[in-house]
């Protein structure tokens, strides 16, 4: 839930469907088995011809990704700039099904290492953590002591989080302009290095 764009349902819906995460070696059979990977057509010598996605596997949580990445590509961070990158070559259907495939990638690492997402802001977790707690019967606090998910009410902690969320967004949008293919070396593919010819 420290991605932006997914909630509890998102998170919970994807944990029914996975179940134990370790069971995909790689985030790429995670894909697979949600059937966000393109398919591939190949005759003979021909090269590839890479078309729609599969739609393979489990079909509701397929849904419930794009669905989240249309949450994701409306909150400011690396997530959104990915989004409006493939939406200006490939359209906006494209870059949403792009950005699903993304949060399911990062779910694979984010659950199979325990941790956190980078760009993660934390008013909105605890928010969404509260409401998660509320929905699931926690009785609700009297007084005027605070819970954690109060901070989220502050516009100004919003504004900060925002803005640090925004230069991610730059960050990631610099990365990408200054990226160079990967050069060649008799034939080799050598390693691209970002901001070098």
């Known amino acids: 839930m420290t991605i932006p764009g997914v909630d509890a349902i998102t998170g919970i819906t ?8 370790t069971r995909f070696p790689s985030a790429d059979q995670l894909v697979s088995y949600f059937g966000l990977n393109p398919k591939v057509r190949q005759s003979g010598g021909l090269p590839a011809q890479h078309g729609r996605i599969t739609k393979a596997g489990r079909a509701q949580a397929r ?3 794009v669905e989240a990445a249309f949450a994701a590509a ?6 959104r700039a990915f989004y409006q990158r493939i939406a200006a070559r490939r359209g906006t259907q494209i870059a949403l099904v792009a950005v699903a495939r993304k949060l399911t990638v990062l779910s694979w690492h984010l659950v199979t290492k325990d941790q956190d997402y980078a760009f993660a802001r934390p008013s ?7 409401k998660l707690e509320l929905t699931a019967g926690r009785p609700t606090a009297h007084g005027n002591r ?6 989220y009410n502050k516009k100004d902690l919003r504004a900060q989080e925002r803005a640090i969320a925004e230069q991610a967004e730059h960050a990631y949008q610099v990365l990408i ?4 293919p990967a050069p060649t070396h008799n034939g080799t593919k050598l390693p691209a290095i970002p901001g070098q010819p």
């Open 146 to 151: 605070r819970g954690p998910g109060y901070a």
């Open 124 to 130: 909105l977790v605890a928010y969404k953590q509260r």
């Open 14 to 21: 994807l944990l029914a469907a996975v179940g134990d995460f």
């Open 63 to 65: 849904a419930v990704l």
């Open 74 to 79: 409306r909150s400011p961070g690396p997530l």
């Open 177 to 180: 302009s200054h990226w160079q």
